[in-house]
């Protein structure tokens, strides 16, 4: 089975610019989530979906970052305006239906804020 | 926050050697899980630990968990080179989410 899709695999953008990234998950996968690693760091949970309703988003900034998952299916990450701390790795996971224990990550879409 | 703490931060150890990690979290879980992460690349679950088990087996590697203690450790036998990466616990709770350590990076030395 095809695994968790990201793209941009990289992106370099200047402060104050916006970015959008894109996540395919599993198929079948009913939650999504979308994680940001800074590097030395673990993975934290920026926002949770199951189907294209938002289950979790306590840890995401609300006034730069919004996640949209439109039709339970891809979803979107936006970030605007950037700042130099949100240089980072974006990992999209996904869950199978009833399995929410267990995620599958895609590769993580870079980004450097310069 | 991060919940899950691993020790020690790097380890470099020779193919053939094992590699022993450790985890130690704060909070009551429901499950414990490890993850590998390959330089530049996403993460692979490893292995899931229930908080009513005490010892897992999954080829190579062993978990083992001491809720008692709030903590869990990764052994992996016989390492290889395609073991080099970095390694991280994430504790479960009832609402599912997933809480990472900062990871454990290991080096296989030919």
């Known amino acids: 089975e095809a695994g968790v899709a990201q793209s941009p695999r990289y992106k370099i953008i200047e402060k104050r610019q916006s970015v959008a990234f894109w996540c395919n998950p599993i198929?079948?996968?009913?939650?999504l989530y979308w994680y940001q690693q800074i590097l030395g760091q673990g993975p934290k949970l920026l926002i949770q979906?199951?189907?294209?309703?938002?289950?979790?988003d306590s840890q995401l900034p609300k006034d730069r970052f919004s996640a949209e998952r439109l039709k339970g299916v891809d979803s979107t990450l936006k970030i605007q305006p950037a700042k130099l701390e949100d240089s980072a790795v974006y990992l999209c996971a996904s869950s199978p239906r009833g399995r929410v224990d267990e995620q599958f990550f895609g590769p993580g879409t870079r980004l450097t804020v310069l | 926050s991060q919940q899950g703490e691993e020790d020690p931060q790097a380890l470099s150890i020779q193919e053939g050697e094992n590699a022993t990690m450790n985890c130690s979290y704060k909070t009551s879980i429901n499950n414990l899980q490890w993850y590998r992460q390959n330089s530049g690349r996403g993460l692979v679950h490893l292995i899931l630990?229930?908080?009513?088990?005490r010892e897992k087996h999954s080829g190579r590697l062993r978990v083992t968990l001491d809720t008692s203690k709030k903590s869990s450790s990764l052994l992996i036998t016989a390492s290889r080179a395609a073991d080099t990466a970095s390694y991280f616990c994430?504790?479960?709770?009832?609402?599912?989410?997933?809480?990472f350590g900062a990871g454990t990076t290991v080096t296989v030395r030919a």
């Open positions: 979906f199951q189907n294209n309703g938002v289950v979790d």
């Open positions: 630990i229930r908080s009513n088990e």
């Open positions: 994430a504790t479960g709770a009832n609402d599912y989410k997933l809480s």
């Open positions: 198929s079948g996968h009913a939650t």
